[in-house]
């Protein structure tokens, strides 16, 4: 059974609803699934250690909420200093090659603003290349993203509506994760 190292790069798990749903769902699972949660690492990582969970693993999955069109920084600190030269590139760092890469994250804008003419300008694919090359770069293989999109949801503002189709929306996300990390 493949080794699963999914990073949770929320900057605040105790304020989250649609990423919290994600992780709830995964930690059902009976696959071989390590979760970390970098905000309770405090945003300092202890990189030795983090290098050999990484490369103890096949696959290495990045669960976040959208947040500037990217990722989150704490997961962006975690990338620069864990994903270091001499062990992700370089002539000496080949740690990460062969291992399958997930990206899974929650965007705030609905599904059809991802496009031209719209309030988010684009598909979001197009946002998505540092991430592609983040895995060719490093020799891993990148598989589809998995995007959950309309999951803005502020105590008091959003419906209870809103909040069950979030939910709902999420939990469909986690199964699409779950059965793509089954193919590894
Ligand atoms: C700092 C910040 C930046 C954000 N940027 C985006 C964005 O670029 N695109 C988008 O669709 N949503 C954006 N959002 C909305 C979040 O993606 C959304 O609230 C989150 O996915 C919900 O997940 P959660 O319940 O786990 O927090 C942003 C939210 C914050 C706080």
Known sequence: MAKIL?????????????????????????????????????????????????????????????????YPALLKKWVEEVLAHGFAYGSQGTALQGKDFIISFTAG???????????QNRPVAEYLYNFQQLAEFTGMKPHDPIVTYGCMYVPGVSTEEDKKRIISDCKKSAAKLLEELKKC
Not at 109 to 119: E, L, N, V
């Open 6 to 70: 999914l990073i949770a790069g929320h900057p605040h798990p105790e304020q989250s609803l649609a990423n919290a749903t994600i992780l709830e769902e995964i930690k059902k699972s009976d696959l071989d699934i390590t979760i970390e949660d970098l905000a309770a690492k405090g945003w300092n990582f202890d990189i030795p250690a983090e290098q050999a969970a990484v490369k103890a693993a096949d696959v290495l999955v990045f669960q976040f909420p959208f947040y500037w069109y990217s």
């Open 109 to 119: 804008a609905p599904f059809d603003t991802y496009k031209a003419g719209s309030t």
